[in-house]
């Protein structure tokens, strides 16, 4: 072999290693481009559903707020409203209480009452009842009747003037007032009591009646007639 046929051999050896080697490179060089593009689009999709699960969580707080507000909003225009109807009813009660005991059956479930929840309240012995002028002997008769079947030792009446309607029970220093002064003289048992019933109220009242406010509704506890104010003291 001549000397120019040896290096024609070697230039072919060197450039064969050297395509090897450039193919060689270029392989790495692609899969490090292809491995940093599939990163990167990894990277790219973390973010972007980070941001979107931040976008849905803010969203999310911000329509919890809303609604908060909303809620706290309409609470306070039922509360508002409430009241409205409560101070409108307290104005309309002591007429409302009048005319109840007006009302012959109704001014006995009156009496019914109020002796009841003395006879739980105060000593069974020496009443003294102070009552509205209007008070009819029958009314008195009853009373006398249903004070003795309640276990009631003694018991004066007195006609007051200044009651207009209802009874004063009084033993000892104890007292019950079942007027519609006592009544009225818890006015936080008042309103709450009024909210109850607005509450629980259908929508309207039937047309010409007119409710009891002594009467319970069904499937509530009976109702105090008489305040406790007075009661162990004079």
């Given amino acids: 072999m001549t000397i120019a046929g040896a290096l024609s051999t070697l230039l072919d050896v060197v450039a064969q290693a050297s395509e090897a080697r450039c193919a060689e490179i270029l392989g790495d060089a692609q899969a490090q481009a292809e491995a940093m593009h599939a990163a990167a689009m990894r990277e790219s999709r973390q973010r972007l559903r980070a941001a979107l699960n931040a976008e849905r969580a803010s969203a999310r707080a911000r329509i919890a707020a809303a609604r908060a507000q909303l809620q706290a909003a309409r609470r306070h225009a039922a509360q508002r409203q409430a009241g409205l109807a409560v101070a409108a009813a307290e104005a309309i009660l002591p007429a ?47 009373l006398k009747q249903r ?25 000892g220093a104890a007292r019950l007032e079942a007027t519609p002064v006592g009544l009225l003289a818890d006015r936080a048992w008042v309103y709450g009591r009024l909210l109850q019933l607005m509450e629980s109220a259908p929508a309207g009242p039937p047309q010409g009646s007119a409710a009891n406010p002594l009467e319970p509704r069904s499937g509530e506890p009976p109702s105090p007639p008489a305040s406790g104010r007075g009661l162990g003291g004079g």
């Fill in 96 to 142: 409302a209480l009048h005319a109840v005991w007006e009302h012959p059956p109704r001014r006995r479930q009156w009496l019914e009452q109020a002796v009841a929840r003395a006879a739980l309240t105060l000593p069974r012995s020496a009443w003294s009842i102070r009552h509205a002028p209007d008070l009819g002997a029958d009314d008195i008769a009853w």
């Fill in 147 to 171: 004070l003795g079947e309640l276990g009631v030792a003694g018991a004066s009446f007195e006609a007051d003037a200044g009651i207009d309607a209802g009874i004063e029970i009084q033993a």
